[in-house]
């Protein structure tokens, strides 16, 4: 395989914070490259070096073979950009928006057409495409979007938060749509997101945490990497529990999360039935299940992804 994106020694310093932090990675050619991370973690900024939006502190980026620094314009041509932010023209018609783009990006005139077709047709919106952007549902500006990332043929398509602000059925549309892309163009894609179950649909997760890359590899490698089962347990009492459970339990290893207490083994089934009868503390409820990147997350920081760092 071959990297479509090279990334090395990035950093990027504002006045107060370090936001990404000298940070290595390789994007390969047709793959789907999720960053997953908290708020604040860094992964609008990176990508914002990447597309040329805004310019890195040190570190070289190299694009479709295009260094960053000195090709810009070639960069931007061949890449794609769906931002977290609204950016269609709401007065215009979906097709008045396409079309805006293609002078933009001065796709040939004998093709533009053909090509808004193609691209309405792979987000369902061929018959709606006569209507204003005004009119339509948060899902459907966001697959607009999409067609309008997809027109001048992009070799990337980057796709910054995508499915924030709509609601669950839009978002699990939105990803169809994405993974149709993949299939049916090989795109390359490279997405941010804050919600475990998208990056879950990435071939590989950069896994982004205060400005470092903390992990990096598939979501099953990630996941496998932890391995074993995750108990969750509570009890009458947790604190009385804690104790017992370090003085009596030594192959789990044992984290407490909103009231929770999780215990880490390498399989359940041997170690369910003498662990509850070892524990005097009633438990309430007991609850069994695979690592996710949440727990990967967890396991590389100490926080879950939702919880801030102060
Ligand atoms: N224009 C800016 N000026 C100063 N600080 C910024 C700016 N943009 C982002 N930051 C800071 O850089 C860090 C990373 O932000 P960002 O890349 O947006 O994270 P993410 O996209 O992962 O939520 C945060 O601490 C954020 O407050
Ligand atoms: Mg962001």
């Not at 040190?58 to 041509?77: A, E, F, Q, T, W």
């Not at 001048?152 to 993974?179: C, K, M, N, S």
């Amino acid at each position: 395989m071959s990297s479509i994106i090279s990334v090395k020694d990035l950093t990027k310093t504002y006045k107060k914070v370090d936001a990404v932090k000298g940070i290595n990675f390789e994007v390969e050619e047709g793959e789907i490259f999720g960053f997953l991370g908290p708020n604040g973690a860094g992964k609008s900024t990176t990508i914002n070096m990447i597309c040329t939006m805004l310019k890195p502190t040190s570190g070289s980026i190299v694009i479709n073979g295009y260094d960053v620094k000195k090709s810009k314009d070639k960069v931007r041509g061949s890449i794609g950009i769906i931002f977290q932010e609204n950016t269609l023209d709401e007065k215009l018609t979906a097709y008045e928006n396409l079309m805006l783009h293609c002078r933009f990006y001065q796709v040939p005139k004998s093709e533009r057409d053909e090509r808004i077709q193609e691209v309405l047709e792979i987000v369902d919106l061929i018959d709606e495409q006569k209507q204003r952007v005004e009119t339509f549902s948060g899902g459907m500006k966001r697959r607009l979007e999409i067609a309008r990332g997809l027109l001048h043929y992009p070799r990337v398509l980057f796709l910054d938060e995508p499915t924030v602000g709509l609601d669950p059925q839009t978002r699990a549309h939105l990803w169809e749509y994405i993974l149709k892309l993949k299939e049916k163009k090989g795109i390359t894609m490279f997405l941010t997101t804050h919600y475990l179950d998208e990056a879950e649909i990435s071939d590989r997760v950069a896994i982004m945490d205060q400005g470092n890359i903390i992990a990096i590899d598939s979501p099953k490698a990630l996941k496998d990497q932890l391995g074993g089962d995750i108990i969750e347990l509570s009890t009458e009492d947790n604190d009385q529990a804690l104790k017992e459970i370090s003085e009596k339990v030594k192959e789990a290893e044992v984290t407490v999360n909103d009231d929770i207490i999780h215990l880490k083994v390498a399989s359940s089934d041997a170690f369910i039935s003498s662990f509850i009868k070892t524990l005097d503390i009633p438990i309430t409820s007991l609850n069994i299940r695979k690592p996710t990147l949440n727990d990967v997350f967890l396991a590389f920081t100490g926080r879950k992804i939702g919880q801030t760092s102060e």
